[in-house]
């Protein structure tokens, strides 16, 4: 798929399955193989070593009452090759996952109270670029899930497609988990909305362990509210022409149940998530209604 066929199409990057079972990226015509990410590549300046310039990985870590894992999520994501920071935004919680995370090795800020994943992860975003070193590639940004434990490492597989530039956005595709009780539901609308909105049918369309550019980032800024976060970025990437693929990840997490806890989840993510779709469907209304015309 070629940069203006993609930008033509708005489509971003359809997926596939190999041999493998992974999921890919499908080649388009011509020769290519694999898309190229929209975001630049940073350039390593004349005379200068590359290793100079390594691209460093900052994870991401929204936390909410997460006392119990966090510990194991952090040591593990410090594992992850590339990365020099991991930053756990605790999100307004009652325990003591900021202390807890600290004594793991990460660097924590805190809400004062709960505000919502994506406000966790925009207040994590802004401290990384707070910690961007001047003159450097800005850190790529891995967000992943705080519940992961020991599993954390495994989200080392969404780096290399961003950081080689396949993708702009890099999204955990992870096995079926043992007690998930989920119906489909939540999980089918949004992945309908995002085909529907973009051309490109994602297997997991609400996972939120991903990796991207900070130009990706900030392209899909201000971020949908709460849960519908995941939909709100991957439309707004793709129809901007950034392209995104979902890489198999070996994850274990703390799966919504099938007790009323896990319906009263599911009834706040399918709430976010309409809410995220619906906020698309009418900014797309507005650009068909009243097109963009250059300044006289
Ligand atoms: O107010 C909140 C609530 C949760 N979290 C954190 O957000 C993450 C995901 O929350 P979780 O309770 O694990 O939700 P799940 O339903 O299991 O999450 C699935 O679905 C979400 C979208 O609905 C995605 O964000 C997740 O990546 C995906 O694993 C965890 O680190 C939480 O600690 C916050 O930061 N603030
Ligand atoms: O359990 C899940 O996978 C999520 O809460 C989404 O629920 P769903 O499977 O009912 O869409």
């Not at 998530?273 to 900014?283: E, F, H, K, T």
């Amino acid at each position: 798929m070629t940069r203006k066929q993609r930008d033509s199409t708005d489509t971003g990057a359809a997926p596939t399955s190999d041999a493998a079972g992974a999921v890919g990226v499908e080649a388009g015509e011509g020769t290519e193989t694999l898309p190229t990410a929209k975001t630049p590549r940073p350039q390593v300046p004349d005379g200068a070593h590359p290793g100079r310039f390594r691209q460093r990985v900052a994870v991401v870590i929204p936390a909410k009452d997460e006392a119990r894992r966090i510990a194991a999520t952090v040591r593990s994501a410090r594992a992850i090759p590339n990365v020099d920071l991991v930053l756990v935004v605790d999100d307004g919680s009652e325990d003591s996952t900021q202390h807890v995370a600290r004594e793991a090795g990460a660097v924590v800020v805190r809400h004062s109270h709960n505000r919502g994943k994506a406000a966790a992860m925009e207040t994590g975003a802004a401290v990384v670029a707070m910690r961007d070193v001047p003159g450097r590639p800005e850190r790529l940004l891995l967000f992943i899930d705080a519940d992961l434990a020991d599993t954390a490492v495994n989200t080392a597989p969404l780096v290399p497609p961003v950081l080689e530039g396949v993708a702009d956005m890099a999204i955990a595709h992870i096995p079926p988990q043992v007690g998930a009780g989920g119906h489909g539901f939540v999980v089918g609308a949004a992945r309908r909305a995002i085909a529907g909105m973009t051309g490109w049918t994602p297997t997991q369309p609400l996972s939120g362990m991903r990796c991207m550019t900070r130009e990706a980032f900030e392209a899909a800024t201000p971020l949908a509210r709460g849960w519908g976060v995941e939909v709100g970025l991957t439309i707004d990437l793709l129809r901007q022409g950034y392209v995104a693929v979902e890489i198999p990840c070996e994850l274990r997490h703390r799966p919504s149940g099938k007790d009323f806890k896990g319906q009263l989840h599911r009834a706040a993510q399918y709430r976010d998530v309409q809410l995220a779709i619906s906020a698309r469907r009418v900014r797309r209304t507005v650009d068909v209604v009243r097109p963009h015309h250059p300044a006289p």
